[in-house]
């Protein structure tokens, strides 16, 4: 009976997970953010590859709020904290970057 209440707990857990990823798939794009970091969260000539991003929730709340540079702020009457936690699990689900190794046509002009 434990085992059973474990696996529902996990499947509903994955579930909401997939769900955060969609909602925050729809934010990045409504509130404009692929305008400068790409529709794949890739980067581009105005905003940095965020894709599989190394910060933190808490990290990249505190940037949204107060950011440096040319990037507008986000406050919680742009994005509620719930929203900017979507758009952080849509960001995670990429895959991290290729080194360079791992990249053929930029190994062949290494050699």
């Given amino acids: 009976m434990k085992s059973l209440v474990i696996i529902a707990t996990l499947i509903l857990a994955a579930g909401l997970h997939a769900q955060s990823i969609e909602a925050g798939k729809r934010l990045f794009e409504k509130d404009g953010c ?9 980067g581009g000539r105005d905003g940095p590859r ?21 990037m507008p702020a986000f406050t919680e009457k742009v994005l509620s904290d719930q929203e900017v936690a979507d758009i952080y699990a849509y960001l995670k689900s990429f895959p991290p970057a290729k080194s360079v190794k791992e ?7 290494q050699e």
């Fill in 34 to 42: 692929y305008e400068c970091h790409g529709h794949a969260a890739q």
């Fill in 50 to 70: 965020i894709a599989a991003t190394g910060l933190s929730l808490q990290a990249l709340n505190r940037y949204i709020r107060r950011p440096l540079g040319s």
């Fill in 103 to 109: 990249i053929p046509l930029l190994n062949k002009l």
